[in-house]
């Protein structure tokens, strides 16, 4: 149960990214992962606040959101978690927050538009607009999951509600939720005084290939 | 009176969430809680700023407002929490800001209107406007306890002035003061650049049910 | 010389006030503070950054700005603020800030008109700009001091350029520096979406009255 | 290589200033100096996060960006900042950053007027905008020489990408990447709701003559 035990660490560990980057308040956000090799996830329980998230108050469940092990209800959002890991076999990392920015493009139902190298380079197009859906059963999930399955976006900005991202790991998917709310925050800042000069498509594909296989160590 | 020992250091260290997500400045902004039980509460010394607020530098007065137990003056806005205790009973705690966002709205006398799953969720549909109110007298607390009778919210923007937010417990309020002031930025951005799309009616009455309900441990 | 040596510290410290509500950045801003009873001034050294601000490395001036005592040359404001100590005798600190929304306001030379009643309370009505005046002589203190001797304003925002503020002494200054950057920002944020109602100049008065003589300990 | 050894830790410690200036996000952005009379290089290594820059990983390359000496590989930004130093010897730092105000300013190819005193004291002028290039060879280098040719601002605005800043030492560099960002926020503000009041040339002269030969110590 090592997997496990590390697994707790670092979704803990990661929700501190969330609260430095500001992208939720309260108890407004989560951070999940899949445990490789078993259809089991770790994920933020619900209603706890961010400096008493520690690695034992994480929340193991299965696949459709039940507890395996914990001692707290699991995050209000697991079902949404769950549905995207079992129908995305790449992923291994979900996070929902309501980032402000994100949000207010989610609130006006519109993509962001891929104006921005950053935006090329890590979500390889305009970032898509995902369907209302009310939470209690798998609607968010699916919309999650069709919304993504269309793009080469990590990120998806559900309608009315705030952004999802997923990752091959926690930390990638955590990585797409600050990107994420970064070029949503300079998109809106460079419509607020004008139009951004749009970036060709030829080259939206060429930054987005040497960035998925060039960058980093 | 061990619980308004209790309740002196549940205040005072409620006050770092009003910094910690920037929702004051200086010293203009205050947390309240009910004594359980008796006509007292605990409230924030008039002038004295964040850092300084310990436990033992909180103030208790009667529900009227007048001094019982403290060093220092109560704040200069004892009156309007004095009279939401009177008048609702169901409260146990009252926050004051002049966060920015949700002052921007007060000053120009428009309520936040339900286009995000976290306003219903939390509020129940959009967050109202309350009168211009001098403080001196009873005018700004009538104000709060009329906008807030007539509505499912927990914040009332009072005009050209800034929000008020009640919960059941002190906590409650500072949570509402934080949802509030989130809220109150992602539809001011969503505003900027065009028009949120509305939720339904039906949707915010589920929304709102479920996290009164369900929501947390 | 224990009074400037307690002014020193005072003034060291106030500038962290300065960088927690990031009313500066790098170098750009400092507080000074009158010696009592002497035509002395303690100011900030020029080009040292605020993490490098030490009682000992402050910089005491006469009030025509020559350098008395310090291992530094003063701040390049250093005439500015000689020149509003020499001509408003009342003022015992002033504060010169480049903070965002408040140099917004002086960029376009327009005053912040007073819709929150935090406005009426610290400013007594709008927030007056002063004129472009360049660097070098006294014409930056002239338009300080013609500026706030028309208004009941601690605040002046002089044009293209960002605020002074002033105070009894050099705290006071500072939380009007403060509290300056509050209401330009909430007041930018309201005029985005629209417009502030006015308030009634009868209530300002009475907001200004109550605030100067009642508030505080 | 002692002057390395300094440049290490240096440049280790200025991407501080990114983070606390809100410059940067995850492992967007960079500092390089040059080495003093060598044709060398320190610069940040590629997706190494900011909490884990040391002296020690930090990276030496020649001034065509091969590695010289370092466990990691450089910045994938390094062969724009060697064309820099390549090509402009008095310059001995470089900055790059996507920091939001001055990137929403690049996204829609609009230079950042000179209507603050700060800008002409820093910038000398407007800030401009480079033409829109590719990473993977000198593109982005070539544009930013060519820019900055053309110009006395220490800062560009890379096309749909963001800002470079350059200085005589990385700290300059890292001093005019934090002012660009402020000045391109507060111009930003201004044109919000309204138009800034332009700073005639002859001011603009004299601020820029002054603060390049008199300002700190």
Known sequence: MSAVADLRRTVAELHRELTRYE???WTAGNVSARVPGQDLMVIKPSGV??????PE???VTDLHGNLVEGDYAPSSDTAAHAYVYRHMPEVGGVV???????TAWAARGEPIPCVLTMIADEFGGEIPVGPFALIGDDSIGRGIVETLSASRSKAVLMRNHGPFTVGKDARAAVKAAVMLEDVARTVHFAHQLGKP?????????S?????QNVYGQ
């Open 49 to 54: 606040s961010y400096d008493e998230l520690t």
């Open 57 to 59: 108050r994480m929340v």
């Open 197 to 205: 000069i749009p970036i060709e498509q030829h080259h939206v594909d």
């Open 23 to 25: 992208l939720v308040i």
């Open 207 to 211: 930054l987005y290939e040497r960035y």
């Open 96 to 102: 929902h927050t309501h980032s402000p920015y994100a």
